[in-house]
């Protein structure tokens, strides 16, 4: 088992080296540290996972140790934090990344600063009965706050505000990832309150699927929007100017003689006004949800008025935006323009945008410029 359990740490040791260098290799294109910091935390984690593999032959592991040891409580407390800085420079909420790490880590400095350097002798505990006779002392329940305290931040990553006019990722991500930094935050209180070798097991497993999730999405998957953008700065001063052939074109879908006008010109203004036919996290539940109606409802309206789907009218909107504007000025980058329109992954956008042209975005920027009139 030993030796199996060492096969796998090195292989895992191996993997996330890989992701780091890959990440840091990839990390220039973007408007944030993302892919610094992702590469940095990669590396740290095949350094620990390395060392634990050493441990493991010297059979001094957590497994091994005394309940919630100070070195297990008060150190991955601040590794668990770490796990914030990638989030929060992909989500980018509005208020200051300064502003932000000070709130995160000034309790947990200190959280850390108190265990490890006020000199607190910490009573060993090895089983739950030992537990239960020293749970009234100072450093037990003082150990017990701060294994508490790491679960807190691990689930507080739900709560970062998303922004998607801001934010280089779509919402589901920004879960998925919140769901994985949980499931690992829960894994490491389990072990250190139980000993169990198959939660260990569990950690290491889901911390390397964790940072194998990560670096794909960042080098496969996130759409990024280049550091000299060009597009973005006149787009929001031309948020109510669209092609004059899709304006048209709505106006003439607007004025459509339906029994639910009503709710087709609220659609429309949510969709116009407010721009939620950008929003990457838009569906039918959610538009549904906006207009007080029911999703039966809105995608009859969309029947009616348009002759098609929702999802069909949405993506044919947004692809139809990236290549009138490509048309007008081939020098465009495409890759901002599905950032715009509501694209956050590189597949989506693709497979869309191929479907709607029959190109691929590579074919039609090659058509354009190969055109004499331009």
């Known amino acids: 088992m030993k030796i199996i359990s060492s096969i796998l740490l090195m292989l895992m040791s191996a993997g996330l080296t890989t992701c780091g260098i890959l990440l840091w290799k990839r990390r220039e294109g973007t408007n944030d540290y993302s892919r610094h910091i992702q590469a940095i935390l990669s590396w740290l984690s095949a350094f620990f996972t390395l060392i634990f593999n050493v441990r493991t032959w010297h059979g001094t592991t ?20 770490t796990f914030f800085f990638y989030p929060l420079e992909v989500i980018r909420p509005t208020i200051s990344r300064s502003s932000v790490y000070a709130l995160l880590l000034t309790p947990l400095l200190s959280l850390v600063l108190i265990g490890m350097c006020a000199g607190i002798k910490y009573t060993p505990i090895y089983t739950y009965a030992d537990l239960w006779n020293h749970i009234g002392e100072f450093n037990v329940w003082f150990r017990l706050l701060t294994l508490t305290v790491m679960l807190f931040y691990c689930f507080s990553l739900f709560l970062v505000p998303y922004d998607w006019r801001k934010s280089s990722a779509d919402k589901k991500f920004i879960l998925r990832y919140a769901t994985g930094f949980c499931l690992i935050g829960v894994l490491h209180f389990c072990i250190q309150m139980s000993h169990s070798h198959w939660f260990v097991l569990a950690h290491q497993l889901v911390w390397f699927a964790f940072f194998l999730s990560v670096c794909w999405y960042e080098l496969k998957e996130r759409l990024l929007v280049p550091k000299d953008a060009t597009v973005a700065t ?32 609220r659609i429309t203004h949510l969709l116009d006004h407010d721009e939620m036919w950008r929003d990457p996290n838009l569906s039918l539940i959610s538009l549904s949800e906006s207009l007080g109606s029911n999703r039966t409802y809105v995608e009859n309206a969309f029947k009616q008025n348009t002759g098609t789907t929702f999802i069909k009218y949405i993506t044919k909107r947004r692809i139809d935006y990236v290549t009138s504007e490509q048309e007008s000025n081939p020098e465009n980058d495409i890759h901002e323009l599905f950032n715009y329109v509501g694209y956050r992954q590189r597949s989506t956008a693709w497979r869309n945008f191929q479907k709607i042209t029959g190109l691929t ?7 354009l410029k190969a055109s004499p009139t331009n």
């Open 62 to 81: 957590t497994t091994d140790a005394p309940f919630f040891e100070p070195e297990h409580t008060f150190v991955p407390l601040l590794i668990q934090a």
């Open 234 to 265: 006149t787009q929001e001063t031309e948020q109510e100017q669209e092609p004059a052939t899709a304006v048209l074109e709505y106006e003439e879908l607007q004025g459509c003689e339906t029994e639910n006008k009503g709710l087709w010109e």
């Open 361 to 367: 975005p590579t074919e039609f920027i090659e058509k």
